[in-house]
């Protein structure tokens, strides 16, 4: 089971420090609330991915691809939508009012659960690579049933401890932020997320609306 561990933790500090949306909100929910907020969404995942690895694992090649491309579709207008927000509010962010009344845990833990959820790279990797390796580890021979767990558990250790260590980071560096800096930050995360919401579109929609 030793290398289910080093296989685990490995893709998951990989995926933890990737370029994405939830990486970017864990950045902007540090900046706006503090690093529990950015701790809160970076354990996003191990709400939303239980639907996704239990599909996955069930399913592996039946998922059709224009389901996975539909779902890139609506993950993309909403990272975009939540990206031109952010970059909206920053002319007015006040980073002594932020730090005075910070946002709930959650409508915090809501974005983030809806962002992952409707982001089709968590489904993808599960069904591409990490369900089959999840089943490779989990027969007899290395490990069973087990093993399988093990694997998934590492990942989650190494994805969810990945982000919540770039909070942590985010946070020291949130207290010497002055006003107009702050503002610069939380504008520099909005269009960051709809850089990322625009590579999703390019990536998924075609897909999606060549297959309608």
């Given at each position: 089971?030793?290398?289910?561990?080093?296989?685990?933790?490995?893709?998951?500090?990989?995926?933890?420090?990737?370029?994405?949306?939830?990486?970017?909100?864990?950045?902007?929910?540090?900046?706006?609330?503090?690093?529990?907020?950015?701790?809160?969404?970076?354990?996003?995942?191990?709400?939303?991915?239980?639907?996704?690895?239990?599909?996955?694992?069930?399913?592996?090649?039946?998922?059709?691809?224009?389901?996975?491309?539909?779902?890139?579709?609506?993950?993309?207008?909403?990272?975009?939508?939540?990206?031109?927000?952010?970059?909206?509010?920053?002319?007015?962010?006040?980073?002594?009012?932020d730090r005075a009344a910070p946002e709930s845990a959650w409508r915090v833990v809501r974005r983030a659960l809806v962002?992952?959820?409707?982001?089709?790279?968590?489904?993808?990797?599960?069904i591409v690579v990490l369900g089959p390796l999840a089943l490779t580890y989990a027969r007899p021979e290395a490990g069973g049933?087990?093993?399988?767990?093990?694997?998934?558990?590492?990942?989650?250790?190494?994805?969810?401890?990945?982000?919540?260590?770039?909070?942590?980071?985010?946070?020291?560096?949130?207290?010497?932020?002055?006003?107009?800096?702050?503002?610069?930050?939380?504008?520099?995360?909005?269009?960051?997320?709809?850089?990322?919401?625009?590579?999703?579109?390019?990536?998924?929609?075609?897909?999606?609306?060549?297959?309608?």
């Amino acid at each position: 089971m030793g290398a289910a561990v080093v296989a685990g933790l490995a893709l998951g500090i990989a995926a933890g420090v990737g370029p994405g949306p939830l990486l970017v909100l864990v950045v902007t929910a540090t900046l706006r609330s503090g690093v529990r907020a950015g701790l809160l969404t970076a354990a996003a995942p191990l709400a939303t991915d239980v639907l996704v690895v239990a599909l996955a694992l069930t399913a592996l090649s039946r998922v059709p691809e224009r389901g996975l491309a539909v779902l890139g579709g609506v993950g993309a207008v909403v990272v975009v939508a939540l990206g031109a927000r952010t970059v909206l509010e920053a002319r007015g962010a006040s980073l002594a009012a932020d730090r005075a009344a910070p946002e709930s845990a959650w409508r915090v833990v809501r974005r983030a659960l809806v962002v992952n959820l409707v982001s089709p790279h968590p489904w993808v990797a599960w069904i591409v690579v990490l369900g089959p390796l999840a089943l490779t580890y989990a027969r007899p021979e290395a490990g069973g049933t087990a093993g399988g767990i093990t694997f998934v558990a590492a990942f989650y250790v190494g994805i969810v401890g990945a982000k919540a260590l770039i909070a942590v980071a985010v946070g020291a560096g949130r207290e010497r932020l002055r006003e107009g800096g702050y503002r610069r930050a939380l504008t520099l995360c909005g269009l960051l997320l709809v850089l990322v919401g625009g590579a999703m579109a390019v990536e998924f929609v075609p897909t999606a609306l060549g297959a309608a």
